[in-house]
T-cell receptor
Framework: DAKTTQPPSMDCAEGRAANLPCNHSTISGNEYVYWYRQIHSQGPQYIIHGLKNNETNEMASLIITEDRKSSTLILPHATLRDTAVYYCIVRVGGATNKLIFGTGTLLAVQP | NAGVTQTPKFRILKIGQSMTLQCTQDMNHNYMYWYRQDPGMGLKLIYYSVGAGITDKGEVPNGYNVSRSTTEDFPLRLELAAPSQTSVYFC?????????????FGNGTRLTVT
């Protein structure tokens, strides 16, 4: 699975959009981009995933660049409860589904 | 739905003791996983299973054993606890074999070995 690079930490004002970048320049054509978050040492929570197209669900939007070498997770209206470590992971679909985690981005939402 | 349930939530072991971390899921997921997370680090995969009777090593399997006799349960065994195994352990499960199959995690077992 391709490696990812994320900034170690970011701040965001409550109510504003949080944009979390992820670099995955060695991604292969059949690898998906997944985002999870971990709130205060709880178990990681799935947010969203995508292959080529931009994706949106009730939690967030995922923007993948045309060359697929980077992506951005967007939380449209960040709240204090969105303070967490956000993990960007790339993996091949199917097979064992196992995930290889990096160290993620600590997003601190400020009041 | 309970999802993925891990017991115990906390445990303190002495060096050389053994214990089993329990994990059960009620979503009929074929795939199950054990991860550990050291302070300030991401999760590391210990073992995983793609179905009853089938297990395989992850990134950091040394010092651990697993078994998968049923679809629901995936216990993790520490035979001779060492201080290096002080960590938070997470169990997860997922549906098999499709790209749209996120992992569902339990809330972890915090283990201290002294």
């Amino acid at each position: 699975d391709a490696k990812t690079t994320q900034p170690p930490s970011m701040d965001c004002a409550e109510g504003r959009a949080a944009n979390l970048p992820c670099n995955h320049s060695t991604i292969s054509g059949n690898e998906y981009v997944y985002w999870y978050r971990q709130i205060h040492s709880q178990g990681p929570q799935y947010i969203i995933h995508g292959l080529k197209n931009n994706e949106t669900n009730e939690m967030a939007s995922l923007i993948i660049t045309e060359d697929r070498k980077s992506s951005t997770l967007i939380l449209p209206h960040a709240t204090l409860r969105d303070t967490a470590v956000y993990y960007c992971i790339v993996r091949v679909g199917g097979a064992t589904n196992k995930l290889i985690f990096g160290t993620g981005t600590l997003l601190a939402v400020q009041p | 739905n309970a999802g993925v349930t891990q017991t115990p939530k906390f445990r303190i072991l002495k060096i050389g003791q053994s214990m089993t971390l329990q994990c059960t899921q009620d979503m009929n997921h074929n795939y199950m996983y054990w991860y550990r997370q050291d302070p300030g680090m991401g999760l590391k995969l210990i073992y995983y299973s793609v179905g009853a009777g089938i297990t395989d090593k992850g990134e950091v399997p040394n010092g651990y054993n697993v078994s998968r006799s049923t679809t629901e349960d995936f216990p993790l065994r520490l035979e001779l606890a060492a201080p290096s195994q002080t960590s938070v352990y997470f169990c997860a499960s997922s549906y098999p074999g499709t790209e749209n199959s996120p992992l569902h995690f339990g809330n972890g077992t915090r283990l201290t070995v002294t």
